[in-house]
Antibody, heavy 115, light 108 residues
Framework: QVQLRQWGAGLLKPSETLSLTCAVY????????WSWIRQPPGKGLEWIGE???????NYNPSLKSRVTISLDTSRNQFSLKLSSVTAADLAVYYC?????????WGQGTLVTVSS | EIVLTQSPGTLSLSPGERTTLSCRAS???????LAWYQQKPGQAPRLLIY???SRATAIPDRFSGSGSWTDFTLTISRLDLEDFAVYYC?????????FGQGTKLEIK
């Protein structure tokens, strides 16, 4: 049973960089796509981007200038960085296994942006 | 980008009833790459259906998906108490992948 566990700073100041990491347990890491999605409180889901096993990325154009998704295959982990955060980036951030359809999800991390 | 519009916004039903949720795309969804997710309060979404009509692992057969091009549906044949949640459709045929705004299924 694949499990994803994520962590990272939950409180940021405007202009700082959001940094989250997701670790994969209990399943193969290679050969899959890995994704990040976010959900503002009380609202719907927004796809942020994905990375495949060879490190190729695909980002949402609305965030592309600020997003970096990377892999650490030696640790079965992948990460999200979102630069220059503002109050509009307030959301629960999820990691997930899959490119396209999202089969397994992390528990979510609430990220708040406040000065 | 493809905009997905779900209807209705909220459904009030009783356990045991049958229901159909709608998801309409602003343009044709490539290769029927349409998924459905269920989300309960405080939890991550759970994949129910992928590729329009294929059930994900361990999803009960009371859930079924259908549709093509721009019109897709999720049917729950007989509502169980555990089915009352928010449902999202997602297209992943064209990047950026997009989600509908959700349909809330509540107990009547």
């Amino acid at each position: 049973q694949v499990q994803l566990r994520q962590w990272g700073a939950g409180l940021l100041k405007p202009s700082e960089t959001l940094s989250l990491t997701c670790a994969v347990y209990g399943g193969s890491f290679s050969g899959y796509y890995w994704s990040w999605i976010r959900q503002p409180p009380g609202k719907g889901l927004e796809w942020i981007g994905e990375i495949n096993h060879s490190g190729s990325t695909n980002y949402n154009p609305s965030l592309k200038s600020r997003v970096t998704i990377s892999l650490d295959t030696s640790r079965n982990q992948f990460s999200l960085k979102l630069s220059s955060v503002t109050a509009a980036d307030l959301a629960v951030y999820y990691c997930a296994r899959g490119g396209g359809s999202l089969w397994n999800w992390g528990q979510g991390t609430l990220v708040t942006v406040s000065s | 980008e493809i905009v997905l519009t779900q209807s209705p916004g909220t459904l009030s039903l009783s356990p045991g009833e049958r229901t159909t949720l709608s998801c309409r795309a602003s343009q044709s969804v490539s290769s029927s790459y349409l998924a459905w997710y269920q989300q309960k309060p405080g939890q991550a979404p759970r994949l129910l259906i992928y590729a329009t009509s294929s059930r994900a692992t361990a999803i009960p057969d009371r859930f079924s998906g259908s549709g093509s091009w721009t019109d897709f549906t999720l049917t729950i044949s007989r509502l169980d108490l555990e089915d009352f949640a928010v449902y999202y459709c997602q297209q992943y045929g064209n990047s950026p992948y997009t989600f509908g705004q959700g349909t809330k299924l509540e107990i009547k």
